[in-house]
């Protein structure tokens, strides 16, 4: 399957953008930018940090009543049920795709991954500066230029915003969406996996191919895992499935893609020629039409399983005597969180535990540098706001300002999720009020310059 692009330039717009637009820009869309980032930025950081403090709890109040199994008893979990519990095994299961027809054995997760074809505009902007009645600065004598180019993307693109939008029209077709689903049969033994624990799983994903021959991974940067071949015969009931009989999918047998082509109907087609014919774009013929890569609104799908040859658990035994199942460990003390996971391979309960506080750690870590983004915003809008009161010119970024703002936005959200009252360690009051005290620091410092002059 062809994977190049098309590249086609549009045209050149020359216009004035009145200064009434800049207004618009200054006074509307610009500070509604900076309110959602003020407001979503430390909701962000603050459900991130709650949730590192109470997976800490949580852990800490299961170290107790946790069950460490070294093996599964034959006669299954009846004894334990309530009880949390934490085991390595091997499993069986199988995951499914109806629409295509997929049945995988051994997989615990199966991934349709669908792409489409379609274009996607950009623009250069060259402007002249000019003053309205009021001295008011403005660009003015612009021009625009247009290019597109047209590939396979992991989402749709709305053409109609273009400024040749009949030339370059994206079809919104998307008969089956991207979408994970789980083993509904997966077993530890006679032990139920359920789909809530399932829907936790960390394991690696890897292409599914089906080939007659054996397959290799290709990857130019990363390492990946290999694909796995299904052959075939895993086909055999494809050509009695939706996707076949009513969109034309087939399988093209290169990187474990189907394909479905566009196909336009006479209407569309005549529209878009009368679209063509008002945009000035009908006869507009390129070289990348030649090469092109794709139709706009052709389809591609392939699939990736999760398939580790064992799993470490840990859940809460629930059910019968005669069924049980491992699900959400709830009804604990000292949080609202309820746990419920399943790592690829065998790991220990100490491995398990630290591998969730690596990724709930490093989720803060990227929330905490999205605090310097709040703090340089947060800096920009006082900044343009005295500006706008003083008269002056608007002045460089307030560096001591941005770092004391993202410092002091950490510490207020630790002080929320975790208090100050804390001194058992380090790690919990302390840097809190080292981290408001420096922020607050900053902040004093950069409004009040320690080695400024003093005016006479």
């Excluded at 250069?124 to 004598?141: I, T, V």
Aim: glycine share 8%; aromatic share 12%.
């Amino acid at each position: 399957m062809n994977e190049s692009r098309t590249f086609r330039a549009g045209r050149t717009v020359q216009h004035s953008r009145p200064a009434h637009l800049n207004w618009i820009c200054q006074r509307i869309f610009l500070p509604l930018t900076a309110v959602v980032l003020l407001i979503a930025l430390p909701y962000g950081l603050y459900s991130a940090e709650w949730y590192y403090k109470h997976l800490a709890l949580a852990f800490e109040e299961l170290d107790g009543p946790v069950v460490h199994l070294a093996h599964l008893p034959s006669h299954g979990l009846g004894d334990l049920v309530g009880h949390p519990v934490y085991y390595s095994s091997n499993w069986s299961g199988a995951a499914f795709d109806p629409a295509f027809g997929l049945t995988l054995d051994h997989a615990l997760r199966l991934s349709r991954e669908t792409e489409f074809c379609q274009w996607r505009e950009w623009s250069s902007e060259r402007c002249d500066k000019c003053r309205d009645d009021s001295n008011n600065e403005y660009d003015c004598n612009c021009e625009t230029t247009f290019y597109y180019d047209k590939g396979w993307r992991s989402h749709r693109v709305l053409s109609l915003g273009f400024d040749q939008p009949a030339n370059h029209f994206n079809p919104q077709r998307n008969p089956f969406p991207s979408i994970a689903s789980v083993s509904p049969d997966a077993r530890t033994g006679t032990v139920r996996l359920s789909r809530e624990l399932l829907e936790n799983l960390r394991a690696p994903d890897r292409k599914v191919f089906f080939s007659p021959h054996t397959v290799e991974a290709k990857s130019w940067f990363f390492a990946e895992a290999p694909p796995r071949n299904e052959g075939v015969a895993a086909l055999q009931h494809f050509r009695e499935t939706p996707a076949y009989v009513q969109h034309n999918f087939v399988y093209t047998n290169t990187d474990g893609w189907f394909f479905s082509p566009y196909e336009r109907s006479t209407a569309e087609a005549l529209f878009r020629r009368v679209g063509q014919y008002i945009e000035g774009s009908l006869f507009d013929f390129q070289i990348g039409d030649i090469f092109s890569s794709c139709t706009a609104g052709d389809v591609r799908v392939r699939f990736r399983v999760a398939d580790p040859q064992a799993v470490s658990v840990l859940g809460k035994v629930s059910g019968d005597a005669n069924i049980q199942s491992i699900g959400k460990i709830d009804g604990l003390r000292t949080t609202d969180l309820a746990l419920a996971f399943i790592h690829a391979g065998i790991h220990t309960y100490d491995e398990m535990a630290q591998s969730e506080f690596a990724e709930a750690h490093w989720t803060c870590m990227w929330w905490r540098v999205g605090a310097l983004l709040w703090a340089l915003v947060a800096e920009r809008v006082h900044a343009s706001q005295y500006t706008e009161f003083s008269g002056g010119k608007l002045s460089r970024i307030n560096v001591p300002h941005v770092v004391g703002g993202a410092l002091l936005l950490i510490g207020f959200v630790w002080s929320a999720t975790s208090g100050i009252t804390d001194w058992s360690g380090a790690s919990t009051s302390f840097w809190t009020i080292v981290t408001l005290v420096i922020g607050t620091g900053l902040i004093h410092a950069a409004h009040n310059p320690p080695f400024a002059k003093k005016t006479m």
